[in-house]
Nanobody, 119 residues
């Protein structure tokens, strides 16, 4: 069973940095990509960043380009979201998301971690 466990959220001042971690386990099938999404209260989740597993290609939301970096450590089966120059509008719940190929693509989600950017 696929499990994704996020950590690293918290309170940070504007301009500060945080690194979110996603520890993954249970991949018995082929992992296609890991993504980070965020969700504002009353809104749908939105894609923040994605990294594909095979070729490590990355995509970022325009709002975070140049500030956030997605990466992975295959030795630890972990993925990271380095967030720099944080803004109050980055305040949200951040979710780790996995796309696993099992004949078709199956989605898995972590439990989410709160990021609050405030002075």
């Amino acid at each position: 069973q696929v499990q994704l466990v996020e950590s690293g959220g918290g309170l940070v001042q504007p301009g500060g940095s945080l690194t979110l971690s996603c520890a993954a386990s249970g991949f018995t099938a082929s992992l296609y990509a890991i993504s980070w999404y965020r969700q504002y209260p009353g809104k749908e989740r939105e894609l923040v960043a994605e990294i594909t597993n095979a070729v490590r290609s990355t995509i970022y939301a325009d709002s975070v380009k140049g500030r956030f970096t997605i990466s992975r450590d295959t030795s630890k089966n972990s993925w990271y979201l380095q967030m720099n120059s944080l803004k109050p509008e980055d305040t949200a719940v951040y979710y780790c998301h996995a796309q696993v190929i099992v004949g078709r693509i199956v989605d898995y989600w972590g439990q989410g971690t709160q990021v609050t950017v405030s002075s």
